[in-house]
């Protein structure tokens, strides 16, 4: 049964240096989005349950949807890591079932 790929897949499958560069900067994207951002948002939830109404006045609910957009970035980043990854992967197991 033949699976058939998106457009992205294909296209990084024809250029696998492509997907290498890729995959590493969605690697490095993913830990520097991600690297604090639990702390951040435990300091967040205490700050607006300490101080209510003030701290979400002061701007305490939109650092809370800039984490929360910061943590959907790097679940993208992370799943598109995963994506150059299975594309390098499979072709190197197609190589290796090409060679005798």
Known sequence: MAIAHSRLYAFLS????LA???MGASFVL????T???LHLLSANFEYL????LDA???GGLLQLAE???SGYFGAVCYIFFKLCEKVLIERLAAA???DP
């Open 49 to 52: 349950s300490t101080y209510g």
């Open 96 to 98: 290796q079932e090409t």
């Open 67 to 69: 984490m929360i957009g």
């Open 30 to 33: 993913f830990g520097f989005v």
């Open 35 to 37: 690297l604090n951002l």
């Open 14 to 17: 024809r250029h696998w240096w």
């Open 20 to 22: 290498l560069l890729l």
């Open 56 to 58: 979400a006045l002061e």
